[in-house]
């Protein structure tokens, strides 16, 4: 269980599945929603910190209580809506991260300009899919099965835990492929906060507290953070 | 028993993959303009009409060679006597209609008549064959009559034969063609005020004028006059004739004006349909495309990145009108069609091209309707399809989608890997946008012989800064993960890599190596 709440502004059919994985996922998830259809839907979809308000209006976001670990997800609809909500909850929270969906590149800049900490365009990554499928037919299929909920699969961030077997070990001197896994890259600590991929060709050391992105079969990844936590 | 050999020639002609594939490819070369290879049937035949031209034209005033002659006549009416008979022979099939009939007859027990199925085949080709264009096909033969020298001017209907090879004439008519009930009664007033004024002078000016000696003179001059031509051989030398002169000339100019509006209108009404025409018939000339339904946000994204590596082989179809002129306006080829239709995907080339079509409109119905159709065209067409939500793809796929893309499934696992990775949706974002830094890419052993044969420890790409994500295994049709470090590489594998693009395509550059065998 992810120890963090989250709030999520709006709900519709196109965010349904994101509310569903992350009331598994998360501490706590807040639904703020603008129309009375929306709140409906969210209530008979089981949801009970469902909240009615104008989200244009500060003083009610302000009592909506956001810590400052908490994440905050604008998925309106409307993307105006969404980019003053965004800049909205930025002046009211500036240290919570604000994650937010955007539809076009001007969106994107304007959801950047307005303070969004990640912003997905949902169409450029489909864009990138198609472009898969027509030429990248072995990439499409990796990256189906990744993103699969059947397919037992995936990516892992695991962190170096204290007197752990990687710490010290330099990078190219540790060999993944005996672990079935595949090392993506990392946040090396020592370095900086930034995610630096392994094909960037920087000689990097594993320290404890750095964390790693592996992929790989989901039984291999778990052996591996135990391999590595033990 | 001649019927019954004539019948049993029929079923072998019928049952004959030779005979079919031959009449097939004739019928191509002759009639299919989708036809990859007919325009270099078109070339040769243009080619043979100008040289003839050519000739009409130089022997005029020159003595020609033997040679030349026995080309003219000969080689080059030779030809045109085979393609005039090969087109009447493609228009319909006489073994078909004989074998239905003698079937029927077989089933209903009736006696087999050959004269039926004869009659009704003979009774279509004469049709075909009283058509102006094969009638223009036979006066373009008759030249090589050389008893009768009167003849040799019918070298010019092979002028005529150009209609059949070049569109653009072809056009030119058919634009005509929908204004014929305008330029008729152009026709028909022009017919009317000639002969009244022709009529007229001759009236007036018969017995005064020494260059009117009959109607023919003054039709003649009427006609020059009214099209503003005026050579000034015939004049009017009377005051009446001069007043006639004067109406014809206002009307004549008041005609001309007239016929340019009509066939100026015409065109500007067909321009853009004669643009897009265009458009298609370009993209049918290639071998693969691709035809791009839909000109909303994933399509302007798909071409902002993609664009350029397409280059011109792809199409977008769109119903609204300004999205139309927006796309056009932003450099990409589209035209303005409703996607949903069938004639609109029927117009290109599904017999002879590679179609992939991408169903991007921003409506889930229409998009599995287009899937529908396109299947329902060709099979051969592969369809990718916009779907969003997971019933919709479910119903996409059951339409026969190859594809389906969910951009609301792939923006909801980033957000929520945002939320609860945060570290990894670095990783996924580079993965899926296809950063620079971490692209994710295919080395198809087929186009990089130089690997086949080694192990993954012997191409170790790490030394290429690039990481091996798997192996496609063409043996076994799999994907191997993490492919072990003994793997030895197959002819038709593709090795997926993971790195900078600039790592990647160095990798594939010095292992380029195409095999022909």
């Given at each position: 269980?992810f120890?963090?709440?989250?709030?999520?502004f709006?709900?519709s059919?196109?965010t349904?599945?994101?509310?569903?994985e992350?009331?598994?996922?998360i501490?706590?998830?807040?639904?703020v929603?603008e129309?009375?259809?929306?709140?409906?839907?969210?209530?008979?979809?089981?949801y009970?910190?469902?909240?009615?308000?104008?989200?244009?209006?500060?003083?009610k976001?302000?009592?909506l209580?956001?810590?400052?670990?908490?994440?905050?997800?604008?998925?309106?609809?409307?993307h105006?809506?969404?980019?003053?909500?965004?800049?909205?909850?930025?002046?009211?929270y500036?240290?919570?991260?604000?994650?937010?969906?955007?539809?076009?590149?001007?969106?994107?800049?304007?959801?950047?300009?307005?303070?969004?900490?990640?912003?997905?365009d949902?169409?450029?990554?489909s864009?990138?899919?198609?472009?898969n499928?027509?030429?990248?037919?072995?990439t499409?299929?990796?990256?189906?099965?990744?993103f699969?909920?059947?397919?037992?699969?995936?990516?892992?961030?695991?962190?170096?835990p204290?007197?752990?077997k990687?710490?010290?070990?330099?990078?190219d001197?540790?060999?993944?492929?005996?672990?079935?896994?595949?090392?993506?890259?990392?946040?090396d600590?020592?370095?900086?906060?930034?995610?630096?991929?392994?094909?960037?060709?920087l000689?990097?050391?594993?320290?404890?507290?750095?964390?790693?992105?592996?992929?790989?079969?989901?039984?291999?990844?778990e052996?591996?953070?135990?391999?590595?936590?033990? | 028993?001649?019927?019954?050999?004539?019948?049993k020639?029929?079923f072998?002609?019928?049952?004959?993959?030779?005979y079919?594939?031959?009449?097939?490819?004739?019928s191509?070369?002759?009639?299919?303009?989708?036809y990859?290879?007919?325009?270099?049937?078109?070339?040769?035949m243009?080619l043979?009409?100008?040289?003839?031209i050519a000739?009409?034209?130089y022997?005029?005033?020159?003595?020609?060679?033997?040679?030349?002659?026995?080309?003219?006549?000969y080689?080059?009416?030779?030809?045109?006597?085979?393609?005039?008979l090969?087109?009447?022979?493609?228009?319909?099939?006489?073994h078909?209609?004989?074998?239905?009939?003698y079937?029927?007859?077989?089933?209903?027990?009736?006696?087999?008549?050959?004269?039926?199925?004869t009659?009704?085949?003979?009774?279509e080709k004469?049709?075909?064959?009283?058509?102006?264009?094969?009638?223009?096909?036979?006066l373009?033969?008759l030249?090589?009559?050389?008893?009768?020298?009167?003849?040799?001017?019918?070298?010019?209907?092979?002028?005529?034969?150009?209609?059949?090879?070049?569109?653009?004439?072809?056009?030119?008519?058919?634009?005509?063609?929908?204004?014929?009930f305008?330029?008729?009664?152009?026709?028909?007033?022009?017919?009317?005020?000639?002969?009244?004024a022709?009529?007229?002078i001759?009236?007036?000016?018969?017995?005064?004028?020494d260059?009117?000696?009959?109607l023919?003179?003054?039709?003649?001059?009427?006609l020059?006059?009214?099209?503003?031509?005026?050579?000034?051989?015939i004049?009017?030398?009377?005051?009446?004739?001069?007043?006639?002169?004067m109406?014809i000339?206002?009307?004549?100019?008041?005609?001309?004006?007239?016929?340019?509006?009509?066939?100026?209108?015409?065109?500007?009404?067909?321009?853009?349909?004669?643009k897009?025409?265009?458009?298609?018939?370009?993209?049918?000339?290639?071998?693969?495309?691709?035809?791009?339904?839909?000109?909303?946000?994933?399509?302007?994204?798909?071409?902002k990145?993609?664009?350029?590596?397409?280059d011109?082989s792809?199409?977008?179809?769109e119903?609204?009108?300004?999205?139309v002129?927006?796309?056009?306006?932003?450099?990409?080829?589209?035209i303005?069609?409703?996607p949903?239709?069938?004639?609109v995907?029927t117009?290109?080339?599904?017999?002879?091209?590679?179609?992939?079509?991408?169903a991007?409109?921003?409506?889930?119905?229409?998009?599995?309707?287009?899937?529908l159709?396109?299947?329902?065209?060709s099979?051969?067409?592969?369809?990718?399809?916009?779907?969003?939500?997971?019933?919709?793809?479910?119903?996409?796929?059951?339409?026969?989608?190859?594809?389906?893309v969910?951009?609301?499934?792939?923006?909801?696992?980033?957000?929520?890997t945002?939320?609860?990775?945060?570290?990894?949706?670095?990783?996924?974002?580079?993965?899926l946008?296809?950063e620079?830094?971490?692209?994710?890419?295919?080395?198809?052993?087929?186009?990089h012989?130089?690997?086949?044969?080694?192990?993954?420890?012997?191409?170790?790409?790490?030394?290429h800064?690039?990481?091996?994500?798997?192996?496609?295994?063409s043996?076994?049709?799999?994907?191997?993960?993490?492919?072990?470090?003994?793997?030895?590489?197959?002819?038709?594998?593709?090795?997926?890599?993971m790195?900078?693009?600039v790592?990647?395509?160095?990798?594939k550059?010095i292992?380029?190596e195409?095999?022909?065998?």
């Open positions: 269980m120890k963090k709440s989250a709030f999520m709006g709900y059919p196109k349904v599945e994101l509310a569903n992350l009331s598994d996922e501490l706590h998830l807040f639904i929603v129309s009375k259809d929306a709140y409906n839907k969210a209530i008979a979809d089981g009970s910190s469902v909240t009615l308000l104008d989200v244009t209006d500060d003083t976001l302000e009592s209580n956001v810590a400052e670990e908490d994440y905050l997800i604008c998925v309106m609809d409307d105006y809506l969404n980019v003053f909500l965004t800049l909205s909850l930025h002046a009211l500036p240290k919570a991260t604000i994650v937010a969906l955007s539809d076009s590149p001007h969106t994107t800049q304007k959801l950047k300009m307005a303070g969004a900490t990640r912003i997905i949902l169409y450029q990554v864009a990138n899919r198609i472009h499928i027509l030429n990248k037919p072995v499409t299929q990796l990256i189906e099965r990744l699969s909920a059947d397919e037992d699969f995936s990516f892992k961030e695991m962190v170096i204290q007197k752990s990687l710490d010290g070990v330099m990078v001197n540790f060999d993944f492929s005996q672990h079935g896994v595949i090392l993506l890259g990392m946040i600590n020592r370095l900086s906060n930034k995610f630096i991929f392994i094909t960037s060709g000689e990097n050391r594993f320290d404890v507290g750095d964390t790693l992105v592996c992929i790989g079969y989901n039984k291999d990844l052996k591996f953070k135990d391999y590595i936590s033990s | 028993m001649l019927i019954n050999l004539i019948t020639f029929a072998f002609l019928n049952g004959s993959k030779k079919k594939q031959f009449k097939y490819i004739a191509n070369f002759l009639k299919e303009s989708d990859p290879y007919k325009k270099y049937f078109d070339i040769f243009i043979l009409i100008v040289i003839s000739i009409l034209v022997e005029v005033k020159h003595p020609v060679a033997d040679w030349v002659d026995f080309f003219d006549i080689i080059v009416t030779v030809i045109f006597t085979i393609e005039y090969a087109r009447a022979w493609v228009h319909n099939d006489w078909v209609m004989v074998v239905r009939e079937t029927e007859c077989q089933f209903l027990k009736r006696n087999f008549l050959l004269w039926k199925p009659k009704l085949v003979l009774k004469l049709t075909y064959l009283t058509t102006p264009t094969a009638i223009i096909d036979l373009a033969i030249p090589a009559y050389r008893p009768l020298r009167v003849l040799r001017i019918f070298v010019l209907f092979r002028v005529f034969k150009l209609l059949r090879y070049t569109k653009s004439i072809h056009q030119f008519l058919n634009v005509l063609a929908t204004k014929k305008e330029l008729f009664t152009l026709l028909f007033l022009l017919v009317f005020i000639t002969v009244t022709g009529i007229a001759y009236v007036f000016e018969a017995k005064q004028n260059n009117i000696d009959t023919f003179d003054a039709l003649y001059w009427a020059i006059t009214i099209s503003t031509v005026g050579y000034g051989d004049s009017p030398v009377t005051i009446e004739g001069r007043v006639v002169s109406l000339i206002v009307t004549g100019i008041a005609m001309i004006s007239f016929v340019t509006s009509v066939i100026v209108s015409s065109f500007s009404e067909k321009l853009t349909e004669l897009e025409n265009r458009i298609v018939e370009e993209m049918n000339k290639q071998d693969s495309f691709m035809i791009i339904c839909g000109y909303g946000q994933m399509t302007r994204m798909f071409l990145h993609y664009a350029k590596e397409y011109k792809y199409i977008i179809i119903k609204d009108k300004e999205q002129e927006v796309a056009i306006k932003e450099g990409y080829s589209a303005h069609e409703d949903t239709r069938h004639d995907i117009k290109f080339n599904t017999d002879y091209s590679n179609i992939t079509l991408l991007l409109t921003g409506s889930d119905v229409a998009n599995v309707y287009i899937t159709n396109a299947k329902a065209i099979k051969n067409i592969r369809v990718i399809t916009r779907a969003s939500s997971q019933s919709i793809a479910k119903k996409s796929r059951l339409a026969g989608a190859d594809s389906v969910m951009p609301n499934l792939i923006a909801n696992r980033m957000l929520f945002a939320i609860t990775q945060p570290v990894m949706y670095r990783a996924i974002y580079a993965v946008t296809g620079h830094l971490a692209q994710l890419d295919e080395v198809d052993l087929k186009y012989q130089k690997l086949v044969g080694k192990t993954i420890r012997e191409i170790d790409v790490r030394q800064k690039l990481l091996c994500i798997g192996v496609h295994a043996c076994s049709n799999r994907f191997i993960f993490n492919a072990p470090l003994e793997y030895q590489l197959e002819k038709e594998d593709v090795l997926l890599l790195g900078r693009q790592s990647i395509n160095h990798f550059e292992n380029e195409v095999s022909y065998v």
